[in-house]
Structure formats: structure tokens, C-alpha cells
């Protein structure tokens, strides 16, 4: 029992020392999808899915949740946010070539289609993320489209 309190005492400790310590937050205001909406052309409908769905992991601009003030939630978000950001950042779509943007398009799908994306954990604490089928849906058929325009784009003059 001794121990059992010792070991407690240090858990606390270590908690409350953690407290004093927070990831560098992934904030950049602005409208920094633009290109990425221009190019692709998404229905209001999308755009907001994108907004309320995607853009937390896969932006250069997180909406962080209350709790994102306590470690070691904190750390656990902003790892989220930097693996989301590497294999997929709506804010940087400029710098991606045609052919990285047709593959992107096609793996969204994928994501959306298997229900990988957007993450269980974060449908779970944010409602109304998770996408229906009437969405997923919208968002294969707005891929298929616009995978063509990439497409194209890659064909020789
Ligand atoms: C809570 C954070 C989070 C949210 C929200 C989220 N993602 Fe992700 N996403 C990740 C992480 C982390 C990875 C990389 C690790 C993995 O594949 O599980 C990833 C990977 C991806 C990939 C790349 C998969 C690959 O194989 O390279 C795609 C595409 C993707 N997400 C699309 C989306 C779309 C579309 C949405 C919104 C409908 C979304 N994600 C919402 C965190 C998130």
C-alpha cells in the first residue's frame, strides 16, 4: 500500500509538471486552403465538410478544443496534426505537382470510402464530423471529376 501511494504521488507529480509544458500550436489565420478550393471546385456542401472534418489535421490552421490545454492531450493533438500535415495539407496545395494531387484525390477517397477519415477519435469528441453516406457520396463523385481535370493536365500538348 506504501508503494501503491508512492507510485501515485509520483503519477501526480509528473502530471502537473507536464502542465507547464505545450506542444507549439499549429495556427496560421487567413484564407490559406484558397487555391486548393479554386482549383477543385468543391459544392458549399464539401467546402464545409473540408472546414469542419478535415482541415484540424490536414491544414496549417488547427481549431484547437478546450482540452487541448491539458497535457498530454496536447501532445497527443499535435501529433495528429503533424502526420496529418505530411501526407496531406489542403494549405500547401499549390506546391503539389499533378500528378501528387491526382494521387491525393484518390487516396481522400479511399480514406472517406473505408470511414479511416476523419480519425474515430476525433468524430468521437467532435459531432457532427463523421461523414454520412449522402457525403461520402457527394465527395466520391466531386474526386472522380476532378481527378480528370488533373488528368488531363498531365497529357502532352
Ligand atoms: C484528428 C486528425 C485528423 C482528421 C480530423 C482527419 N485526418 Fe486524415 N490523417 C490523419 C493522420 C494522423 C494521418 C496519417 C496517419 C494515418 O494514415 O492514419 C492522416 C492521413 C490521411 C490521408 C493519407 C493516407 C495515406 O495513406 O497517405 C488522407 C488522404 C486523409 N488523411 C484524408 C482526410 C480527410 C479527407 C479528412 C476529412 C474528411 C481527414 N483526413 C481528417 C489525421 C486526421
Request: glycine share 4%.
Given at each position: 500500500m506504501k508503494l501503491l501511494k508512492k507510485i501515485s504521488l509520483a503519477v501526480v507529480v509528473v502530471l502537473v509538471g507536464m502542465q507547464f509544458f505545450s506542444p507549439t500550436k499549429n495556427i496560421s489565420p487567413g484564407s490559406h486552403t484558397e487555391v486548393f478550393i479554386k482549383e477543385t471546385n468543391p459544392s458549399a456542401e464539401l467546402k464545409t465538410i473540408f472546414e469542419n472534418?478535415?482541415?484540424?489535421?490536414?491544414?496549417?490552421?488547427t481549431e484547437y478544443?478546450?482540452?487541448?490545454?491539458?497535457a498530454p492531450i496536447s501532445y497527443l493533438l499535435a501529433d495528429h496534426v503533424k502526420e496529418g500535415k505530411k501526407h496531406l495539407n489542403f494549405s500547401e496545395?499549390?506546391?503539389?505537382s499533378l500528378r501528387k494531387k491526382d494521387r491525393l484525390l484518390e487516396e481522400i477517397e479511399e480514406e472517406v470510402v473505408d470511414g479511416n477519415m476523419p480519425l474515430n477519435q476525433y468524430t468521437f469528441l467532435h459531432n457532427d464530423t463523421a461523414l454520412t453516406p449522402n457525403e461520402v457520396n457527394e465527395l466520391v463523385e466531386w474526386v472522380r471529376q476532378t481527378r480528370i481535370i488533373y488528368q488531363l493536365g498531365k497529357q502532352p500538348k
Amino acid at each position: 500500500m506504501k508503494l501503491l501511494k508512492k507510485i501515485s504521488l509520483a503519477v501526480v507529480v509528473v502530471l502537473v509538471g507536464m502542465q507547464f509544458f505545450s506542444p507549439t500550436k499549429n495556427i496560421s489565420p487567413g484564407s490559406h486552403t484558397e487555391v486548393f478550393i479554386k482549383e477543385t471546385n468543391p459544392s458549399a456542401e464539401l467546402k464545409t465538410i473540408f472546414e469542419n472534418s478535415c482541415y484540424d489535421c490536414h491544414s496549417n490552421n488547427t481549431e484547437y478544443p478546450w482540452y487541448n490545454n491539458i497535457a498530454p492531450i496536447s501532445y497527443l493533438l499535435a501529433d495528429h496534426v503533424k502526420e496529418g500535415k505530411k501526407h496531406l495539407n489542403f494549405s500547401e496545395w499549390q506546391g503539389y505537382s499533378l500528378r501528387k494531387k491526382d494521387r491525393l484525390l484518390e487516396e481522400i477517397e479511399e480514406e472517406v470510402v473505408d470511414g479511416n477519415m476523419p480519425l474515430n477519435q476525433y468524430t468521437f469528441l467532435h459531432n457532427d464530423t463523421a461523414l454520412t453516406p449522402n457525403e461520402v457520396n457527394e465527395l466520391v463523385e466531386w474526386v472522380r471529376q476532378t481527378r480528370i481535370i488533373y488528368q488531363l493536365g498531365k497529357q502532352p500538348k
